[in-house]
């Protein structure tokens, strides 16, 4: 350790004391982490004023841009009122308005709302939630648990088993439950028909035995922006409640827009919602941390018991509920209703699909796709370390991005306009001609 710090050499001092996250450590020793310093509107900048557009919503939290002066204005109000009361016998108004207009959303179906601080709390709440409502039911034989191929929930124990990202599960598999991991569908093969058979062939051997189904509606995130349609959700949905098995809608990435609807469960056009839908990531347009987990009142009534403490739902997190977040994610919600935004977002998608078509002819290219704001292409000879290399050299760009191995993706702010869709294409293309002339 360096007995003293510089004060400016922020690179530096961050890897004396910080662990960062998705980092081998050894290697950021040569490639040290971008030293940010503020944020505004899309952009970043860093120590030396240089500015970089925010392609990622860093790590897909941003919906409005750093520093949005609405989303400030109600956390700096909330300050001044309550930062933080526990929510374990006490309530406060910020909390229960976020509550009750999420519920509203889904008709009332999703009516009860626990809250966390991230997304992976969130999965395991409702992990723990399907398993003890069964039992609370009389079902306890109902402990086990089905996941989509390369699906990702998380990285603390419970989210981690039912997730199928090696890079992230393979070191800590002797500490995990067994989940059933079923074929994912994939627009780029159309197996959607497929892997609904298979899923109900495992529901059908193993229906007494499941708690719940979980996935990610239409999108799976880190398996490289895999897409699949509405009507997988929908049959999922069926297969459901055939077998009664809870459904876990995981919207921690896909939720508040990315996707064209507030829910990308709305898409489903379902007749019924999933027994479990979590939120977290854009909630709070990323301001502060902040998950929660909406259910129905029959999970809800399994855990009422005026008699038995232990029937109930003893789940805690110290910051549960915390006000300022709640505060913040009650901007989003108002942004949402207030101002339109998915219709703006519907055009803004449509900027970014008009502007990037002309890659669907790049011959280095396959599978340009989008689902509302998350557009994605895959690389098709991308040599080693690809994504490590697009990132840095897109900075040069003014581009802060970050594929999943050989997958380019976008999944910006909703601060999208012809100008800012034609930078991007640009940057995108000046940082993959450079990458691969030098890969060849």
Same mark, same amino acid.
């Given at each position: 350790?360096? *007995?003293?710090?510089?004060?400016?050499?922020?690179?530096?001092?961050?890897?004396?004391?910080?662990?960062?996250? =998705?980092?081998?450590?050894?290697?950021?020793?040569?490639?040290?982490?971008?030293? +940010?310093?503020? #944020?505004? #509107?899309?952009?970043?900048?860093?120590?030396?004023?240089?500015?970089?557009?925010?392609?990622?919503?860093?790590?897909?939290? @941003?919906?409005?841009?750093?520093?949005?002066?609405?989303?400030?204005?109600?956390?700096?109000?909330?300050?001044?009122?309550?930062?933080?009361?526990?929510?374990?016998?006490?309530?406060?108004?910020?909390?229960?308005?976020?509550?009750?207009?999420?519920?509203?959303?889904?008709?009332?179906?999703?009516?009860? =709302?626990?809250?966390?601080?991230?997304?992976?709390?969130?999965?395991? +709440?409702?992990?723990?939630?399907?398993?003890?409502?069964?039992?609370?039911?009389?079902?306890?034989?109902?402990?086990?648990?089905?996941?989509?191929? @390369?699906?990702?929930?998380?990285?603390?124990?419970?989210? &981690?088993?039912?997730?199928?990202?090696?890079?992230?599960?393979?070191?800590?598999?002797?500490? &995990?439950?067994?989940?059933?991991?079923?074929?994912?569908?994939?627009?780029?093969?159309?197996?959607?028909?497929?892997?609904?058979?298979?899923?109900?062939?495992? &529901?059908?051997?193993?229906?007494?035995? !499941?708690?719940?189904? +979980?996935?990610?509606?239409?999108?799976?995130?880190?398996?490289?922006?895999?897409?699949?349609?509405?009507?997988?959700?929908?049959?999922?949905?069926?297969?459901?409640?055939?077998?009664?098995?809870?459904?876990?809608?995981?919207?921690?990435?896909?939720?508040?827009?990315?996707?064209?609807?507030?829910?990308?469960?709305?898409?489903?056009?379902?007749?019924?919602?999933?027994?479990?839908?979590?939120?977290?990531?854009? !909630?709070?347009?990323?301001?502060?941390?902040?998950? &929660?987990?909406?259910?129905?009142?029959?999970?809800?009534?399994?855990?009422?018991?005026?008699?038995?403490?232990?029937? #109930?739902?003893?789940?805690?997190?110290?910051?549960?509920?915390?006000?300022?977040?709640?505060?913040?994610?009650?901007?989003?919600?108002?942004?949402?209703?207030?101002?339109?935004?998915?219709?703006?977002?519907?055009?803004?998608?449509?900027?970014?699909?008009?502007?990037?078509?002309?890659?669907?002819?790049?011959?280095?290219?396959?599978?340009?796709?989008?689902?509302?704001?998350?557009?994605?292409?895959?690389?098709?000879? *991308?040599? *080693?370390?690809?994504?490590?290399?697009?990132?840095?050299?897109?900075?040069?760009?003014?581009?802060?991005?970050? *594929?999943? #191995?050989?997958?380019?993706?976008?999944?910006?702010?909703?601060?999208?306009?012809?100008?800012?869709?034609?930078?991007?294409?640009?940057?995108?293309?000046?940082?993959?001609?450079?990458?691969?002339?030098?890969?060849?």
């Amino acid at each position: 350790m360096n *007995p003293v710090l510089s004060k400016v050499d922020l690179q530096s001092r961050s890897l004396d004391a910080v662990w960062h996250p =998705c980092t081998q450590m050894a290697r950021a020793q040569k490639l040290p982490p971008l030293p +940010i310093v503020r #944020g505004e #509107g899309a952009w970043l900048y860093d120590e030396q004023g240089r500015r970089y557009f925010d392609a990622c919503s860093s790590w897909w939290v @941003n919906l409005f841009g750093h520093s949005d002066p609405g989303l400030n204005g109600a956390i700096k109000q909330q300050l001044d009122t309550l930062p933080h009361v526990m929510l374990a016998g006490c309530t406060h108004e910020p909390a229960v308005r976020l509550a009750e207009r999420l519920s509203a959303r889904t008709g009332g179906a999703l009516g009860h =709302c626990f809250f966390a601080s991230d997304g992976a709390s969130a999965v395991e +709440i409702a992990l723990k939630q399907s398993f003890h409502s069964w039992r609370n039911r009389g079902r306890g034989e109902k402990r086990e648990f089905v996941c989509l191929r @390369n699906g990702y929930h998380g990285e603390t124990i419970g989210a &981690l088993a039912v997730t199928d990202v090696a890079v992230f599960r393979d070191a800590y598999d002797p500490l &995990l439950m067994r989940a059933h991991i079923v074929d994912s569908p994939d627009s780029r093969l159309g197996n959607e028909a497929q892997a609904l058979a298979a899923m109900r062939t495992l &529901l059908e051997q193993r229906h007494v035995q !499941i708690a719940a189904l +979980i996935v990610e509606p239409l999108i799976q995130g880190a398996a490289g922006m895999v897409m699949h349609s509405p009507d997988y959700l929908r049959g999922l949905r069926q297969l459901c409640s055939e077998f009664e098995v809870h459904l876990i809608a995981d919207e921690i990435a896909v939720g508040c827009g990315r996707t064209g609807t507030f829910f990308a469960w709305e898409q489903a056009d379902a007749p019924q919602w999933p027994d479990f839908l979590l939120l977290s990531k854009g !909630i709070t347009g990323g301001t502060l941390p902040l998950s &929660l987990v909406l259910t129905t009142d029959a999970v809800f009534q399994a855990f009422w018991d005026e008699q038995e403490v232990a029937r #109930g739902f003893l789940h805690s997190h110290s910051y549960t509920g915390n006000a300022l977040a709640c505060a913040a994610a009650n901007a989003v919600l108002d942004r949402f209703e207030l101002q339109d935004q998915l219709q703006a977002n519907r055009a803004q998608a449509a900027l970014l699909a008009q502007v990037f078509a002309p890659l669907a002819e790049d011959a280095r290219l396959a599978h340009l796709r989008q689902r509302g704001m998350v557009l994605a292409f895959d690389v098709k000879d *991308p040599g *080693p370390r690809f994504a490590e290399r697009f990132h840095l050299a897109a900075r040069a760009h003014e581009l802060l991005i970050r *594929p999943i #191995g050989a997958t380019v993706y976008l999944m910006p702010p909703y601060l999208i306009d012809a100008g800012a869709a034609q930078f991007l294409f640009k940057a995108v293309r000046a940082t993959l001609d450079e990458v691969l002339s030098h890969a060849a």
